[in-house]
């Protein structure tokens, strides 16, 4: 099944190659543009289900991913297991719930996200589930590049494994060879 994840993510030209920044502030020669896949609902619809049976024996109550890309995958995942789904915005160094999202003490929340590299952006919404007074029961991504694997101390499901180098910016070849820096992500 791996092979034709892959096969998804290089038909939509979502891995590209050069000199990144990524959100985490890593460098790296490979960067995943996410937002190309979430054009294709299609494809959305295939990796969702993906993680949806992972998660499908929980008793989840809600989906929640952070916004931006996160927004897609909670509302998907959630249609599949006839759930609620929500997202966390920025606030700040935070993630919060506005907007209404009416999370209640002992609530099972079923964490999405797009594309993990350390999992920041992951343990921000967990800890914005704890913070709303939820229990964070699982997380599901649509590819973990992290280098050694996340340990979010909850279950985790990733639609695709795949390991990038990444640099610290002191650290980072590309620099030393003076290849121009790009940000594309936010």
């Known amino acids: 099944m791996s092979e034709q994840v892959l096969k998804l993510f290089k ?3 979502v891995i590209m190659e050069g000199h990144f920044l990524l959100t985490s502030g890593l460098h790296s020669p490979v ?3 996410k937002f190309r896949i979430l054009q294709y609902p299609k494809h959305i619809e295939i990796l969702c289900r993906m993680i949806a049976d992972r998660f ?5 109550e809600w989906v929640a991913g952070p916004a931006m890309g996160g927004i897609i ?3 998907e995942v959630a249609k599949i297991l006839g759930v609620r789904g929500i997202y966390a915005e920025k606030e700040g160094n935070d993630r919060v719930f506005r907007r209404g999202h009416p999370i209640i003490a002992g609530d099972s929340v079923l964490i999405v996200d797009d594309i993990v590299t350390t999992g920041g952006s992951v343990i921000e919404v967990i800890k914005a589930v704890q ?4 229990n964070a029961i699982g997380a599901g991504v649509l590819v973990d590049r992290s280098s050694v694997g996340i340990d979010l101390e909850i279950p985790f499901f990733s639609c695709l494994r795949t390991t990038t180098k990444t640099y610290k910016p002191e650290e980072c070849p590309l620099c030393k060879q003076g290849i121009p820096l790009v ?3 936010g």
């Open 11 to 13: 038909d939509t030209g």
């Open 31 to 33: 960067y995943w543009e």
């Open 56 to 60: 499908k024996k929980e008793k989840v």
């Open 73 to 75: 995958l909670a509302y």
């Open 131 to 134: 913070k709303a007074g939820g």
């Open 183 to 185: 940000r594309l992500g």
